[in-house]
Protein backbone atom coordinates (compact mmCIF):
# COMPACT_ATOMS: atom_id res chain seq x y z
CA UNK A 1 0.00 0.00 0.00
CA UNK A 2 1.10 3.63 -0.64
CA UNK A 3 2.13 5.86 1.41
CA UNK A 4 -0.21 8.41 -0.37
CA UNK A 5 -3.44 7.48 -2.31
CA UNK A 6 -4.43 9.51 -4.98
CA UNK A 7 -7.10 9.32 -7.31
CA UNK A 8 -5.39 9.91 -11.06
CA UNK A 9 -8.46 11.20 -12.28
CA UNK A 10 -9.26 11.89 -15.65
CA UNK A 11 -11.50 14.60 -13.67
CA UNK A 12 -13.42 16.96 -16.48
CA UNK A 13 -15.82 19.66 -15.15
CA UNK A 14 -17.55 22.49 -17.21
CA UNK A 15 -16.01 26.10 -16.43
CA UNK A 16 -17.59 27.66 -13.36
CA UNK A 17 -18.06 24.35 -11.09
CA UNK A 18 -16.23 23.67 -7.65
CA UNK A 19 -13.68 20.75 -7.69
CA UNK A 20 -12.67 18.92 -5.37
CA UNK A 21 -9.53 16.99 -4.90
CA UNK A 22 -8.62 14.48 -2.41
CA UNK A 23 -5.60 12.37 -1.24
CA UNK A 24 -5.31 9.93 1.69
CA UNK A 25 -2.64 8.47 3.44
CA UNK A 26 -1.34 6.32 5.87
CA UNK A 27 1.66 8.03 8.02
CA UNK A 28 0.59 9.67 11.35
CA UNK A 29 3.34 11.44 11.52
CA UNK A 30 3.12 13.99 8.59
CA UNK A 31 2.83 16.93 9.57
CA UNK A 32 3.19 19.53 6.51
CA UNK A 33 0.76 19.24 3.26
CA UNK A 34 0.88 20.55 0.33
CA UNK A 35 -0.24 20.96 -3.54
CA UNK A 36 1.18 21.33 -6.19
CA UNK A 37 -0.12 22.27 -9.53
CA UNK A 38 1.74 20.64 -13.12
CA UNK A 39 1.30 21.63 -16.30
CA UNK A 40 1.38 19.53 -19.41
CA UNK A 41 5.27 18.57 -20.07
CA UNK A 42 5.96 21.52 -17.31
CA UNK A 43 7.46 21.20 -13.33
CA UNK A 44 5.36 21.37 -10.18
CA UNK A 45 4.86 24.33 -9.14
CA UNK A 46 3.41 24.59 -4.78
CA UNK A 47 0.41 26.23 -5.17
CA UNK A 48 -0.73 25.72 -1.39
CA UNK A 49 0.54 24.36 1.82
CA UNK A 50 -0.81 24.05 5.54
CA UNK A 51 0.64 23.17 8.65
CA UNK A 52 -1.35 20.86 10.59
CA UNK A 53 -5.35 20.56 10.68
CA UNK A 54 -6.97 22.93 9.70
CA UNK A 55 -8.22 24.96 6.87
CA UNK A 56 -6.42 27.44 4.54
CA UNK A 57 -7.74 29.65 2.06
CA UNK A 58 -6.33 31.51 -0.81
CA UNK A 59 -8.58 33.26 -3.50
CA UNK A 60 -10.17 30.63 -5.58
CA UNK A 61 -8.50 27.95 -3.79
CA UNK A 62 -9.41 26.05 -0.38
CA UNK A 63 -7.26 23.27 1.69
CA UNK A 64 -8.15 21.08 4.08
CA UNK A 65 -6.23 19.23 6.64
CA UNK A 66 -8.05 16.18 8.72
CA UNK A 67 -5.63 14.38 10.58
CA UNK A 68 -7.84 12.59 12.61
CA UNK A 69 -8.88 10.88 9.39
CA UNK A 70 -5.79 11.55 7.58
CA UNK A 71 -7.17 12.99 4.00
CA UNK A 72 -6.56 16.14 3.06
CA UNK A 73 -8.48 18.62 0.22
CA UNK A 74 -8.43 20.41 -2.37
CA UNK A 75 -11.06 23.06 -3.44
CA UNK A 76 -11.25 25.09 -6.36
CA UNK A 77 -13.72 27.82 -6.95
CA UNK A 78 -15.25 29.47 -10.38
CA UNK A 79 -13.05 26.83 -12.22
CA UNK A 80 -11.36 28.41 -14.92
CA UNK A 81 -9.95 26.39 -18.46
CA UNK A 82 -6.45 27.71 -16.82
CA UNK A 83 -7.16 25.39 -13.71
CA UNK A 84 -6.67 22.56 -16.69
CA UNK A 85 -3.56 20.81 -15.15
CA UNK A 86 -2.28 18.07 -12.78
CA UNK A 87 -2.55 18.45 -8.86
CA UNK A 88 -0.06 16.16 -7.32
CA UNK A 89 -0.88 16.33 -3.12
CA UNK A 90 2.79 16.24 -1.25
CA UNK A 91 3.61 15.72 2.42
CA UNK A 92 6.32 15.59 5.40
CA UNK A 93 6.91 15.17 8.56
CA UNK A 94 9.81 17.57 8.12
CA UNK A 95 12.05 18.20 11.08
CA UNK A 96 13.90 21.18 11.54
CA UNK A 97 17.50 21.21 9.63
CA UNK A 98 16.39 18.60 7.44
CA UNK A 99 15.69 18.57 3.98
CA UNK A 100 12.28 18.08 2.09
CA UNK A 101 12.00 14.80 1.80
CA UNK A 102 7.97 15.50 0.01
CA UNK A 103 5.66 12.40 -0.60
CA UNK A 104 3.80 12.96 -3.15
CA UNK A 105 0.30 11.28 -4.59
CA UNK A 106 0.29 10.29 -8.32
CA UNK A 107 -1.98 13.31 -9.28
CA UNK A 108 -5.36 13.78 -10.52
CA UNK A 109 -5.22 15.10 -14.12
CA UNK A 110 -8.48 17.83 -14.16
CA UNK A 111 -10.05 19.33 -17.29
CA UNK A 112 -12.11 22.32 -17.09
CA UNK A 113 -13.91 22.38 -20.02
CA UNK A 114 -16.01 25.87 -21.78
CA UNK B 1 14.96 35.05 -12.91
CA UNK B 2 16.09 31.45 -14.37
CA UNK B 3 15.05 29.85 -11.10
CA UNK B 4 16.11 26.11 -12.02
CA UNK B 5 17.63 24.93 -15.06
CA UNK B 6 17.74 21.44 -16.48
CA UNK B 7 19.92 20.42 -19.82
CA UNK B 8 19.20 18.45 -21.88
CA UNK B 9 15.78 18.42 -22.02
CA UNK B 10 15.06 15.52 -24.15
CA UNK B 11 17.69 12.99 -24.84
CA UNK B 12 17.76 9.36 -26.43
CA UNK B 13 20.03 6.71 -25.36
CA UNK B 14 20.66 3.04 -26.25
CA UNK B 15 20.99 0.25 -23.32
CA UNK B 16 24.22 0.56 -21.72
CA UNK B 17 25.02 3.93 -23.04
CA UNK B 18 25.89 6.70 -20.22
CA UNK B 19 24.56 10.15 -19.82
CA UNK B 20 24.90 12.72 -17.27
CA UNK B 21 21.70 15.01 -16.62
CA UNK B 22 22.59 18.85 -15.24
CA UNK B 23 20.73 20.61 -13.13
CA UNK B 24 21.24 24.59 -11.55
CA UNK B 25 19.97 26.92 -9.53
CA UNK B 26 20.45 30.19 -9.49
CA UNK B 27 18.58 31.15 -5.93
CA UNK B 28 21.70 30.17 -3.32
CA UNK B 29 19.29 27.21 -2.47
CA UNK B 30 20.98 24.86 -0.04
CA UNK B 31 19.47 21.76 -0.71
CA UNK B 32 18.72 19.91 -4.15
CA UNK B 33 16.92 17.00 -5.43
CA UNK B 34 16.29 14.41 -8.21
CA UNK B 35 13.00 13.01 -8.43
CA UNK B 36 11.50 11.14 -11.41
CA UNK B 37 7.79 10.84 -12.85
CA UNK B 38 6.52 7.91 -14.42
CA UNK B 39 2.30 7.42 -15.14
CA UNK B 40 0.83 5.93 -11.64
CA UNK B 41 3.74 5.95 -9.52
CA UNK B 42 3.97 9.84 -9.23
CA UNK B 43 7.37 11.56 -8.00
CA UNK B 44 9.99 9.60 -6.46
CA UNK B 45 12.83 11.05 -4.84
CA UNK B 46 16.43 9.12 -6.52
CA UNK B 47 19.45 11.19 -4.38
CA UNK B 48 19.17 14.36 -3.19
CA UNK B 49 21.78 16.97 -1.32
CA UNK B 50 22.24 19.07 1.93
CA UNK B 51 24.58 21.14 0.78
CA UNK B 52 28.46 21.44 -1.58
CA UNK B 53 30.12 18.04 -1.26
CA UNK B 54 27.30 16.35 -0.05
CA UNK B 55 24.72 13.61 -1.46
CA UNK B 56 22.26 10.97 0.03
CA UNK B 57 20.01 8.62 -1.28
CA UNK B 58 16.40 8.51 -1.82
CA UNK B 59 13.43 6.10 -2.33
CA UNK B 60 15.14 4.80 -5.79
CA UNK B 61 18.38 5.38 -5.67
CA UNK B 62 19.68 1.88 -7.78
CA UNK B 63 21.60 3.06 -11.25
CA UNK B 64 22.14 6.52 -10.49
CA UNK B 65 25.50 8.22 -9.27
CA UNK B 66 24.72 12.06 -7.95
CA UNK B 67 27.24 15.01 -7.74
CA UNK B 68 27.18 18.29 -5.91
CA UNK B 69 30.55 19.98 -6.48
CA UNK B 70 29.24 23.55 -6.88
CA UNK B 71 26.26 24.67 -4.73
CA UNK B 72 24.60 25.74 -7.78
CA UNK B 73 24.81 22.34 -9.59
CA UNK B 74 23.44 19.21 -9.01
CA UNK B 75 24.30 16.57 -11.87
CA UNK B 76 22.64 12.95 -12.04
CA UNK B 77 24.54 10.52 -13.92
CA UNK B 78 23.41 6.51 -15.61
CA UNK B 79 26.79 4.91 -15.65
CA UNK B 80 24.74 2.23 -17.75
CA UNK B 81 21.44 3.45 -18.74
CA UNK B 82 18.50 0.75 -18.87
CA UNK B 83 14.69 0.48 -20.36
CA UNK B 84 13.46 0.68 -16.49
CA UNK B 85 15.48 4.11 -16.04
CA UNK B 86 12.68 5.81 -19.27
CA UNK B 87 11.01 8.64 -17.63
CA UNK B 88 10.78 12.18 -16.92
CA UNK B 89 13.84 13.83 -14.36
CA UNK B 90 12.88 16.28 -12.40
CA UNK B 91 15.36 18.22 -10.54
CA UNK B 92 14.40 20.57 -7.60
CA UNK B 93 15.81 22.75 -4.75
CA UNK B 94 14.34 24.35 -1.35
CA UNK B 95 15.85 26.78 1.75
CA UNK B 96 16.94 25.73 4.64
CA UNK B 97 14.67 25.10 7.49
CA UNK B 98 13.18 28.61 8.32
CA UNK B 99 14.59 30.20 5.35
CA UNK B 100 14.37 34.15 4.05
CA UNK B 101 10.90 33.74 3.29
CA UNK B 102 10.36 31.70 6.86
CA UNK B 103 7.96 29.39 5.56
CA UNK B 104 9.72 26.41 7.50
CA UNK B 105 7.60 24.17 4.67
CA UNK B 106 11.04 23.49 2.26
CA UNK B 107 8.71 24.84 -0.84
CA UNK B 108 10.06 22.89 -3.84
CA UNK B 109 11.20 25.00 -6.66
CA UNK B 110 11.34 22.35 -9.70
CA UNK B 111 12.85 22.79 -13.26
CA UNK B 112 10.91 21.74 -16.17
CA UNK B 113 11.93 18.21 -16.50
CA UNK B 114 14.27 16.19 -18.35
CA UNK B 115 12.84 13.08 -20.56
CA UNK B 116 15.07 10.30 -21.14
CA UNK B 117 14.08 7.65 -23.67
CA UNK B 118 16.45 4.14 -23.38
CA UNK B 119 15.79 1.64 -25.89
Known amino acids: QKEVEQDPGPLSVPEGAIVSLNCTYS??????FMWYRQYSRKGPELLMY????GNKEDGRFTAQVDKSSKYISLFIRDSQPSDSATYLC??????????????FGTGTRLQVTL | NAGVTQTPKFRVLKTGQSMTLLCAQD?????MYWYRQDPGMGLRLIHY???????AKGEVPDGYNVSRLKKQNFLLGLESAAPSQTSVYFC?????????FGRGTGELFFGEGSRLTVL
Open chain 2, 27 to 31: MNHEY
Open chain 2, 92 to 100: ASSYLAGGP
Open chain 1, 27 to 32: NSAFQY
Open chain 2, 49 to 55: SVGEGTT
Open chain 1, 90 to 103: AMTQRRAGTASKLT
Open chain 1, 50 to 53: TYSS
